[in-house]
């Protein structure tokens, strides 16, 4: 899934791989998918890109936006994006298929879900886009300390917990179910923590968790559960995630637990993050 170590790793190597470059076609919705999410008609997605050139690429939040002439193109979520070069093959299956005029392509895959949406500037009336861009982001200034204390001191957050309060409504961009694990783990909290259980030492612990996990995730390219443009792994080695499920925890030797909750996994150091 598209996060945000996901978001800056992919738009900074699209930036380095695919701008300049024209776009002789584009083919939207080729493999039918119940969950693949897309803006308007799909099949107007051709008539909005042929002949357009690549020009910005951004990473906000969990979203990669790619722009193209008077178009743009958002990927989010579940979106599987490859570079594929001239001479290698397409892939049987994808929802969008981008082909440049030196023969080269980039392809876009939904896995469980996930939004492929192509518009004309400032015709994509999108909360999530709309929070992506305009909110913070974790690794900014503005994410600071003071922001984050405002976030965790509201009172409808209080009987969340710590998964529900990082994960749900947006709150920091990019910040999903796949970081979270780390961060928590890193900071000592267990998923299911209450906030109103918190000291101001834990949330003061949490918030630096979050900007130094996020920052050695971009750093190195993505998590290694994910992978890039080329297809490659991310760098940074995952603790907390279904690669470590088998391995004791590496600060203090104890089981690594995995549970369903919230509509998802969790994964935790049964020692190291007591209730």
Not at 91 to 114: N, R, T, W
Request: hydrophobic share 35%; proline share 5%; aromatic share 10%.
């Amino acid at each position: 899934m598209i996060e945000l170590p996901e978001a800056y790793t992919l738009a900074r190597q699209i930036k380095n791989t695919i701008v300049g470059k024209k776009i002789s076609n584009a083919i939207a919705a080729f493999s039918p998918h119940k969950f693949a999410w897309f803006h308007g008609d799909p099949e107007k997605y051709p008539d909005l890109l042929a002949g357009k050139t690549i020009g910005g690429v951004y990473g906000y939040g969990g979203l990669v936006e790619v722009k193209a002439g008077s178009a743009a193109l958002v990927f989010g979520d579940g979106v599987g994006l490859r570079y594929h070069r001239p001479n290698e093959s397409r892939p049987k299956k994808h929802q969008l298929l981008i082909e440049f005029d030196d023969h080269s392509a980039m392809s876009a895959a939904v896995q469980m879900y996930g939004g492929l949406y192509c518009f004309q500037h400032g015709d994509f009336d999108n909360p999530y886009y709309s929070v992506a861009r305009n909110k913070p982001s974790p690794l900014s200034v503005g994410f600071s300390a003071a922001h984050f204390n405002e976030l965790i001191s509201k009172p409808e957050v209080q009987k969340l917990s710590a998964k529900a309060f990082l994960a749900t409504e947006q709150r920091i961009p990019g910040l999903g179910n796949g970081v979270l694990q780390d961060i928590l783990w890193n900071a000592r909290i267990h998923p299911k923590r209450k906030i109103n259980t918190l000291t101001d030492e834990s949330k003061a612990v949490l918030f630096n968790s979050i900007k130094t996990i996020l920052v050695k995730m971009v750093e190195s390219g993505g998590r290694d559960t994910e992978k890039d443009l080329f297809g490659n792994k991310g760098g940074y080695k995952t603790i907390m995630s279904k690669n470590n499920i088998k391995n004791p925890c590496p600060i203090c030797g104890g089981l690594i637990k995995r549970e369903s909750y919230m509509g998802g996994s969790v994964y935790y150091c049964q020692d190291c993050q007591m209730l």
